[in-house]
């Protein structure tokens, strides 16, 4: 298994609603990611986690909150989100740095 | 600080024609490198990468790049372009000392004409 899965594939959800976004690789890299990007710009940096923990925080609002359950496994959770965070977000897994990152192919998500 | 550019937002190529996209990156020390291409609303994909030794590296879809250390470059080659070609390509690097933080140019579009 050469991928990295992420779900759902599209999500519009208001801005006072909770939402997930799910993330899942076997290829048994030991880093996992979480992009943002805008239409027509790079991605964005948003968290790393390294052996389940999380490395770096891109100084990202608390209306997003990531978590790593195990080594195969990433989920964002989305609380009280504001239209300006439609977004793709993009999910990507690395075996260390070297290695060139392995991404999803996204969710694109509306908050209207 | 530390930076990567790409310089060319926009290039259009003819169906057959080579095709050059370049990238600069202003590191202390030369980072990791990576071509990345996004088809419109999807994910990237990994088109080569690379890290030292032979400064010109193979990658998939036909795709070459040249590492140039006294350019602090890394210009992305296609002998021949395919209209399935058509998409966005990223340069992108990773610091030697910055760990987990892959940084992205703006991005090159690339539009192919018959």
């Known amino acids: 298994d050469t991928e990295v899965t992420q779900t759902p594939k599209h999500l519009v959800m208001g801005m006072t609603n909770k939402k997930s976004l799910k993330c899942e690789q076997h290829?048994?890299?030991?880093?996992m990611y979480w992009y943002k990007q805008k239409a027509k710009k790079p991605p964005e940096l948003m968290f790393v986690?390294?052996?389940?923990?999380?490395?770096i925080n891109e100084s990202v609002p608390s209306r997003f909150s990531p978590e790593c359950p195990n080594s195969s496994l990433l989920n964002l959770h989305l609380h009280a989100l504001q239209p300006e965070d439609s977004a793709l977000y993009l999910c990507?897994?690395?075996?260390?740095?070297?290695?060139?990152?392995?991404f999803g192919s996204g969710t694109r998500l509306t908050v209207v | 600080a530390q930076s990567v550019t790409q310089p060319d937002i926009h290039i259009t190529v003819s169906e057959g024609a080579s095709l050059e996209l370049r990238c600069n990156y202003s590191?202390?020390?030369?980072?990791?490198l990576f071509w990345y291409v996004q088809s419109p609303g999807q994910g990237l994909q990994l088109l080569l990468k690379?890290?030292?030794?032979?400064?010109l590296v193979q990658g998939i879809k036909g795709f070459e790049a040249e590492f140039k250390r006294s350019q602090s470059s890394f210009n992305l080659r296609k002998p021949s372009v395919h209209w399935s070609d058509a998409a966005e390509y990223f340069c992108?690097?990773?610091?030697?000392?910055?760990?987990?933080?892959?940084?992205f140019g703006a991005g090159t579009q690339v539009v192919v004409t018959p």
């Open positions: 986690y390294s052996y389940e923990k999380l490395s």
């Open positions: 990507a897994s690395s075996l260390d740095r070297a290695d060139g990152y392995t």
């Open positions: 590191y202390g020390a030369t980072p990791y």
């Open positions: 992108a690097v990773v610091s030697t000392d910055s760990w987990g933080k892959l940084q």
């Open positions: 290829m048994g890299h030991r880093a």
């Open positions: 690379y890290f030292s030794g032979d400064t």
